[in-house]
């Protein structure tokens, strides 16, 4: 396993918006200096001057900016900067960055390539997984069989209902549902007819199909000593078109008792897989049980509520680990208290989704006690087309649920935000709505509850 | 190791589409056997901005060169004592240090250096003023 160690004092963000001032922040707490990368369309924003140093390194389009490795790191030899945090989305699950990161004698603040790309591989993680002893979905990880005979044994082993998916597809494309045997050969031939045409490879791949999941995710934290912990989980069901619209710690109505050996075996592959850093664990929950979907190899948006409940500073720490440092904790200190909640505050239409552009005229965002706001805008901040309409993450801790719930209707509605449209008066009635007061409601209840409402 | 032949169009073409890619609006290679001067051309929004106000006041304004990307910015070539960059029109009126590369700014069609914006040495980004000329007769 790739070890950078070296000492840096220095940190380049290769990131923007509220995540590149998040990590500002932390760098600042811990008496590093932050350079923060940005595109034209940021060069003049507040959060970008609040650096220590910013540098304009492309034009708007990410391709040429964010996604541009070579400025970056051309940016990091001119700043002198001895580490890169990529924050999320962009650049951070990227193996050629990471490596390049290395390469150029830079320390990545995040996992090797070797370890992105494993999780990066659906197969390749699955096997680590199920080597961990990690839950997943049943089902075997490896190539459907072409002949009828053997399908059929495959699915009846893993019991109806299951789902063929396109061993090459992605993002809900070539995947289909068998809810019996009769249906089940001609759903393989037209999913396998589909992969071939949009993917290029007619390989398949069959698991079982989960009809109403939750999706609960589990943070790690890993040292380059071989020490890891996990600091409880998440509830981030509250989606729509797989976009993550709330997310709350820990996720309700889960006794201790079921999901601490889940926790152990994502400790556990993490030390068999030699991780570094931070990373998230994604399962489908259902009926009690746990299957894995995915690990996140970075830092996650939602990562406030983990650190409001767990009082630990996970960017902080993903900082000392990339330092060389020892986790100053075992899995014995972590204790999770109370609940804290997310709302991703979105420049968006609440009604078509839309996304909208444009000026904040004003802005007054709630305070008190157990609310936090992660944002980079200001009255004045002009929204831009080129990224994501995510302008502000709205974050509170109470006592229990019921508590953190009240503190967020309150905290939304002392959200003040004029000029543009946002998803706010969404939140506002969503948060009104019983069955989510309720809790443990499935991935699919925004969608649904959207529906009934007469939106989208 | 051989070295490449710049009249070959692959290596041609691969260098315009990095010079594109990276946001820098020419390269010129000048090695004892072959010379090559690559320009990329200039879309409305492209690299590099000599721009004038449209304003009827225009030409009273002095018209400004903006860094094609980031990079450190010498006024001469920090390599060569005494060879400053000249102020004459069209020609180079600074450097970019990137790296191990130089690369020469173009002062443009008839423009006359005013003044540099920008200390020797200091770290610019991509579109930030370095040079101010004398507005066109």
Redesign the interface.
């Known amino acids: 396993m790739m070890q950078s160690h070296q000492r840096f004092d220095t940190v380049l963000i290769a990131n923007r918006g509220e995540i590149a001032l998040r990590v500002v922040r932390a760098c600042r707490e811990m008496g590093l200096k932050a350079v923060v990368v ?1 595109s ?1 369309a940021d ?1 003049d924003s507040a959060y970008a001057r609040s650096a220590d140093q ?6 708007s389009t990410v ?2 900016s964010y996604l ?1 490795q ?2 970056i790191l ?2 990091a ?3 002198g900067a001895g580490a890169v945090h990529p924050g999320y989305g962009f650049l951070s699950e990227n193996t050629r960055f990471s490596a390049a990161v290395e390469a150029a004698g830079l320390t990545f603040i995040g996992p090797d390539a070797n370890a992105i790309a494993t999780m990066g591989d659906k197969i390749a993680a699955k096997s680590a997984m199920v080597a961990a002893g990690v839950p997943c979905v049943p089902g075997p990880d490896t190539e459907l069989a072409s002949e009828p005979q053997a399908i059929r044994k495959t699915a009846a082993d893993i019991g109806y209902p299951v789902i063929v998916k396109a061993a090459g597809g992605g993002g809900g494309r070539g995947m289909r549902v068998v809810l019996d045997e009769a249906e089940l050969l001609q759903a393989v031939a037209l999913t396998r007819e589909e992969a071939r045409k949009a993917f290029g490879t007619p390989a398949l791949y069959m698991e079982k199909f989960l009809q109403h999941p939750r999706h609960i995710e589990i943070q790690v934290l890993c040292d380059t000593h071989g020490n890891a912990v996990w600091l409880g989980h998440r509830d981030c069901s509250m989606q729509r078109r797989h976009q993550k619209v709330v997310e709350e710690a820990p996720a309700p109505g889960i006794s201790d008792v079921l999901i601490g050996p889940v926790g152990a075996a994502c400790v556990k592959a993490c030390k068999q897989i030699g991780y570094r850093g931070v990373g998230t664990f994604e399962f489908l929950y259902e009926d009690g049980a746990f299957y894995f979907i995915e690990m996140n190899t970075r830092l996650q948006v939602e990562h406030p509520v983990t650190e409001e409940t767990s009082g630990v500073d996970i960017v902080q720490q993903q900082l000392r680990v990339a330092q060389g440092e020892t986790l100053s904790m075992e899995q014995g200190n972590v204790t999770c208290i109370g609940h804290a909640i997310e709302c991703r505050i979105n420049a968006e239409d609440p009604a078509t989704f839309m996304p909208s552009a444009g000026v904040i005229t004003a802005l007054e965002l709630p305070e008190g006690e157990g609310v936090r706001v992660d944002t980079h805008v200001e009255a004045g901040y002009k929204v831009s087309p080129y990224y994501d309409s995510l302008i502000a993450k709205l974050i509170v801790h109470g006592r229990d649920r019921t508590d953190a719930m009240q503190r967020m209707r309150a905290a939304l509605a002392s959200f003040k935000l004029e000029g543009i449209a946002t998803n706010l008066p969404l939140l506002r009635e969503l948060f009104e709505d019983a069955a989510f007061a309720e809790g443990e409601t499935d991935i699919h209840y925004l969608e649904k509850w959207l529906k009934t409402r007469g939106a989208a | 190791m051989t070295k490449p032949d710049l009249s070959d169009p692959a290596i041609i073409e691969r260098l315009a589409a990095a010079l594109e890619a990276a946001g820098v609006d020419g390269i010129e290679i000048t090695r004892p056997d072959q010379s090559l001067l690559i320009r990329v051309a200039k879309s409305a929004n492209g690299p590099v901005r000599q721009f004038s106000s449209g304003k009827p006041d225009a030409a009273a304004r002095p018209a400004v060169v903006k860094s094609p990307m980031a990079g450190e910015f010498w006024p001469s070539d920090p390599s060569r004592s005494g060879a400053s960059a000249s102020s004459t029109a069209g020609d180079t009126v600074g450097f970019l240090r990137v790296g191990p590369i130089l690369l020469p700014i173009a002062a443009g069609p008839s423009k006359r250096l005013r003044r540099h914006l920008v200390e020797p040495g200091t770290v610019v980004g991509f579109g930030d003023p370095i040079a101010e000329f004398e507005p066109e007769a």
Not at chain 1, 54 to 59: D, L, N
């Open positions: 940005c034209e060069r910013s540098i304009c390194i492309g034009p391709s040429k541009n070579n400025a051309l940016a030899r001119l700043t």
